[in-house]
Structure formats: structure tokens, C-alpha cells
């Protein structure tokens, strides 16, 4: 089974951008949805995007609609998350996590059975 790995997550100043990557552990992304969510401290998980790994199709939370993007490198079987003008509201441990079949279902995070450790972000004002 896939088991998904972040890094890159640290300190930036509101308005600066960081880039957090999703690598895979044990087998390849291919044929997997790469979601991307969050968890503020004392808050539910939000869902951030997701890209269709055979597709390259991405989706995205309004909340983050024109500042974020999602990517892959099939070479180096890893995803990405360019995180731009960010706020302090986007403070949060950001998670990997990946599906095989989710029919559109994107943000739907019990459909994700495969997750990362999570990586801190932090956004100071």
C-alpha cells in the first residue's frame, strides 16, 4: 500500500509563500487521488485540493482557489503544494493523504484511507 510522506512545512511571514511536498513510501502514486488538507488547532480538517494523478486534474477549496497550487512529478513520485500570499488563517498542520477510488469525490476525507504524518505551517501576521 501507498504511504504518504510531507515535508517542507515551516515558519513564513503573511504574505510569503511555501511549498510543502508529498513523497510516496512503499509503492508509486500512480493510479491514486493526492488530496491535500489542514487542521487548525482546535478545528475540524478542512479539505484544501486534490490532483488526479493519471489526469493531472486539480481541484481546489475556494478558501484557496488562485493562491495555492497543486502539482506532481511522476519522476519523482511526489506531490506538491506552492501555498502563495499566504494569511495567518492558513496556519495548520497540512496532511497528504491518498485515494484510490473516489468517484468526484474530492473532500470527502473518510474516503482517503492512506495519510501522512502532517507537516506544521505556520503564518505569522
Known amino acids: 500500500q501507498v504511504q504518504p510522506v510531507e515535508s517542507g512545512g515551516g515558519l513564513v511571514q503573511a504574505g510569503g509563500s511555501l511549498r510543502v511536498s508529498c513523497a510516496a513510501s512503499g509503492r508509486t502514486f500512480r493510479g491514486y487521488t493526492m488530496g491535500w488538507f489542514r487542521q487548525a488547532s482546535g478545528q475540524d480538517r478542512e479539505w484544501v485540493g486534490a490532483?488526479?494523478?493519471?489526469?493531472?486534474?486539480?481541484y481546489y477549496a475556494d478558501s484557496v482557489k488562485g493562491r495555492f497550487t497543486i502539482s506532481r512529478d511522476a519522476a519523482k513520485n511526489t506531490v506538491y503544494l506552492q501555498m502563495n500570499s499566504l494569511k495567518p488563517e492558513d496556519t495548520a498542520v497540512y496532511y497528504c493523504?491518498?485515494?484510490?477510488?473516489?468517484?468526484?469525490?474530492?473532500?470527502?476525507?473518510?474516503?482517503?484511507?492512506?495519510w501522512g504524518q502532517g507537516t506544521q505551517v505556520t503564518v505569522s501576521s
Open positions: 490532483i488526479n494523478w493519471s489526469s493531472d486534474g486539480t
Open positions: 493523504a491518498a485515494a484510490a477510488r473516489l468517484g468526484g469525490w474530492y473532500g470527502d476525507a473518510a474516503r482517503y484511507p492512506y
